[in-house]
């Protein structure tokens, strides 16, 4: 049973760059979230999608957006990157948002901008 | 809004129990969790409770939920090395029929053999 994937591990970019970072959710769930964790602290929502709509976003600017799949996989973009965009940037599935299935993680993004 | 708060570092030696405490100021909270992370990885779900319920058990781990406190605790019996790692509290709570989960800063468990 395939878990979360995320790709790629690791990326190092530029002030002022643009990037894409990609998510396949746990087999069977169909709702995918995003979280970004600075280093020493916990994971902060950015948003969440389900039926490749944007349902709920934390507080994070529209540099930040999101792209669901047919497939329910997702991608995060974020443009005119900061130095404070440097965290670990990780998504989670779930099923159904309502419900009460529980968020699993994949194993994050390493995001440094330089 | 959802707030979550933990103490940042706990310091137990092999074989103890180790308590992780948690509060939380949403009291339209559903479901609370603890989740571990180990470096360099994902959150790993350990284990979850029902705003309903006291207590659960779960083989080594048991989380107890005082709601008119607001206050959630993991405790983690027979503790080993291998439980080192930081542990996250969360809380989800509704916002327009879609959850939210909001996570606490994570508590440092150090397991001193």
């Known amino acids: 049973d395939a878990g979360v994937t995320q790709s790629p591990t690791h990326l190092i970019k530029t002030r002022g760059q643009q990037v894409t970072l990609r998510c396949s959710p746990k087999?069977?769930?169909?709702?995918v979230s995003w979280y970004q964790q600075a280093l020493g602290q916990g994971p902060q929502f950015i948003f969440q999608y389900y039926e490749e709509e944007e349902r709920q976003r934390g507080n994070f600017p529209d540099r930040f957006s999101g792209h669901q799949f047919p497939n329910y996989s997702s991608e995060l973009n974020v443009n005119a990157l900061l130095l404070g965009d440097s965290a670990l940037y990780l998504c989670?599935?779930?099923?159904?948002?309502?419900?009460?299935?529980?968020?699993?993680f994949g194993n994050g993004t390493r995001l440094t901008v330089t | 809004g959802e707030d979550v708060e933990q103490s940042l570092f706990l310091s137990v030696r092999e074989g103890d129990s180790s308590v992780i405490n948690c509060t939380y100021t949403d009291s339209s909270s559903t479901y609370l969790y603890w989740y571990k992370q180990e470096p360099g990885a994902g959150l790993q779900l350990l284990t979850y409770?029902?705003?309903?319920?006291d207590m659960k058990q779960d083989q080594r781990l048991t989380v107890l939920l005082n709601k008119k406190d607001k206050h959630l605790s993991l405790r983690i019996a027979d503790t080993q090395t291998g439980d080192s790692a930081i542990y996250f509290c969360?809380?989800?709570?509704?916002?327009?029929?879609?959850?939210?989960?909001?996570f606490g800063t994570g508590t440092k468990l150090q397991v001193i053999p």
């Open positions: 087999s069977g769930h169909d709702t």
């Open positions: 989670a599935s779930s099923l159904f948002p309502g419900g009460w299935s529980p968020l699993h």
């Open positions: 969360a809380e989800r709570g509704h916002s327009g029929g879609y959850q939210k989960v909001t």
């Open positions: 409770i029902f705003s309903n319920m």
